[in-house]
């Protein structure tokens, strides 16, 4: 899995935790030390599936379109990460039983484990991060 999951997660904690205001994607951006070209890409995907909402302008930013307790951290990964869990397997040799099985085994077992993931983190929300950074 690609970081785009956890920049996804921490751009919408970080939202819910400032949703008297909107916030602009440098602000993010230092509070991830990410670049905010890349930033951007992920609040644009964000966005898009109307987790959510910008405005342009001088008082413009981001902030949340959904409740924290509304945002399940299936929905981020879905946008961010689906699919990034099946392994990249070599072209085998067909005369080889190995070679000629493994891929598509492979493949099973991680679309199976990615679903096992999916149902567990639909169990997990924006505002159970939030509750467990304020306990720490």
Partial sequence: MNSDFSIAVHCVAYLATRSEQRVTSED??????????RLRKILSLLRKENIIVSKEGAK????????PENITLDKIFMITSEGTLLPKCPEGNESCIVGKNLSSILLNIFEEAEE??????????IQD????IKNR
Avoid: C, D, W
């Fill in 28 to 37: 993010i951006a230092q509070s991830i030390t990410v670049h905010p070209v």
């Fill in 60 to 67: 413009g930013g981001f902030s949340l379109k959904e409740k």
């Fill in 116 to 125: 096992h993931l999916m149902n567990y983190l639909k169990r997990i929300t």
């Fill in 129 to 132: 991060i939030i509750k467990e």
